[in-house]
């Protein structure tokens, strides 16, 4: 399994862009499926992008695309999210998620092996 730490959260204003990004240690020489996850106010988990370390596969949940970018860096440790455009419906607390293996077709936090502590993102109006 892997460890993974978020950061970058924060509050700004509608219209705002932020960066979040993950960093994961331990059994990082596997190929897992890296996601990033994210819990609206009274909402259930919901997938926000996925990419797959192995062949870079990347996917995005359609509330979000357009408006975000994954990315990995080169030693495949550090996963990023781009986000521009940010609404205040966008606030909640996001997480960093892996799976060991490869990203499906659909992102479910049901099936994600390990997680981070979360880092909240606030957009005011």
């Known amino acids: 399994q892997v460890q993974l730490m978020e950061s970058g959260g924060g509050s700004v204003q509608a219209g705002d862009s932020l960066a979040l990004t993950c960093v994961a240690s331990?059994?990082?020489?596997?190929?897992?499926?890296m996601a990033w996850f994210r819990q609206l106010p009274g909402k259930e988990r919901e997938g926000v992008a996925g990419?797959?370390?192995?062949?870079?596969?990347?996917i995005y949940d359609d509330s979000v695309k357009g408006r975000v970018t994954i990315s990995l860096d080169n030693a495949k440790t550090t996963m990023h999210l781009q986000m521009v455009s940010l609404k205040p419906e966008d606030t909640g607390v996001y997480y960093c998620?892996?799976?060991?293996?490869?990203?499906?077709?659909?992102?479910?936090?049901?099936?994600?092996?390990?997680w981070g502590k979360g880092a909240a993102v606030t957009i005011s109006s």
């Open positions: 990419i797959s370390t192995g062949s870079g596969r990347i």
């Open positions: 998620a892996a799976l060991r293996g490869y990203c499906s077709s659909l992102l479910r936090y049901q099936w994600m092996d390990s």
């Open positions: 331990g059994d990082t020489g596997s190929n897992y499926c």
